[in-house]
């Protein structure tokens, strides 16, 4: 199982990033895959997460952040929309993969099981 993360950088506030997690070794429409990010000082925290159509969005993030999937390219994407100072961490996608549990759409950390490497995203003047 891997998951490769990238797509951040130096963004302005009101500004945009989309994430990408490219995923491999599993079947990735089986399983719920999850955004997370941990900023310094600070816990892991679930950003998004998505399986089955259903996705879940942690509150600071609803209606600025979407998740979603491509199939085609076992890839799912975090479109980042008026970014904040606050959004600054390192972003990871992870998978729930092998457990599967339906209760990993909500994004708590520890029922995921692989993750990928990280990627900064800095939102700064």
């Known amino acids: 199982v891997q998951l490769q993360a990238s797509g951040g950088g130096l963004v302005h506030p009101g500004g945009s990033l989309r994430l990408s997690c490219l995923a491999s070794?599993?079947?990735?429409?089986?399983?719920?895959i999850g955004w997370f990010r941990q900023a310094p000082g600070k816990e892991r925290e679930g950003v998004s997460c998505?399986?089955?159509?259903?996705?879940t969005y942690e509150g600071s993030v609803e209606g600025r952040f979407t998740i979603s999937r491509d199939g085609s390219k076992n890839t799912v994407y975090l479109q980042m929309s008026d970014l904040k100072p606050e959004d600054t961490a390192v972003y990871y996608c992870?998978?729930?993969?092998?457990?599967?549990?339906?209760?990993?759409?909500?994004?708590?950390?520890?029922?995921?099981?692989?993750w990928g490497q990280g990627t900064q995203v800095t939102v700064s003047s």
């Open positions: 992870a998978t729930d993969f092998p457990s599967g549990s339906l209760l990993s759409i909500y994004c708590d950390p520890t029922r995921f099981h692989h």
């Open positions: 070794g599993f079947p990735l429409g089986q399983y719920t």
């Open positions: 998505n399986y089955a159509g259903s996705s």
